[in-house]
């Protein structure tokens, strides 16, 4: 009985879905209360680095062609000899490494300005003998609380452990909106990615994109699993989202 191609497009969708639970559930998988266990650990760093690799070199793939084609096309109508200097010269690799540079920069300089200010040392309002008490002191930072009294001379340091758990609830909260965004994207990405599957009315065609998809759909459900997981998110949810991805 020979394949047809809605046959074929019925097992690449069961393929697909198996790849995506997989790879997105694995991490997961390999976690002992919600934290990798530190034989893992170098795994789960090399799989993220292979699912960013994997991102930007399936972007440049995408992108560069279409960029370079244009660049003909615009030389072309403009009357350029092909093998003029200008017409030759790769403007779509300088255009991409411009983006990249400056990517580049704006992270690095916003990560050195956060770095800056958390640095920055906080003031906090000693009293003397006779005022709160002996060693207490008064946080009043508006985001912490509106008073903070410790006794014994360890009001410094219980100030800070207070500041810092702020901060790490604050930045918990930023890992788990980052999440939660990549998840969207990737969903948007992987719809469109079926709807093209799906288009597709030769058995040719329909292999060529079940190839394109796989490229990358496993490192992009670890990726995804391993945000949800580092991000504290609850486990239900992670996988809940790794289903819908998959």
Known sequence: MALTVSTLQYISAGVILAVGLLCGLLPMLLTRGGQPTPSNRRL???CNVLAAGVFLSAGFMHLLADAQQGFQDYFAAQGFDPDSKMAS???WSLCAFTGFVLLFLIE???KAVHMRRQQQPHKHKHTAAGGVGRGECLESEPFVAQVVS????GSQ????RWEYEIKEE???????LSSYVLAVALDVHALFAGFGLGAESTLASVETILGAILAHKGTAAFALGSSFLASGVPRVHGI???VLFS
């Open 44 to 46: 789960f760093s090399l």
């Open 89 to 91: 010269y790769p403007w």
């Open 108 to 110: 690095y300089c916003a």
């Open 150 to 153: 410790c006794n014994d001379g």
């Open 157 to 160: 340091g219980a100030a800070k």
């Open 170 to 176: 604050q930045e918990q909260s930023l890992r788990k």
């Open 240 to 242: 809940l989202m790794v």
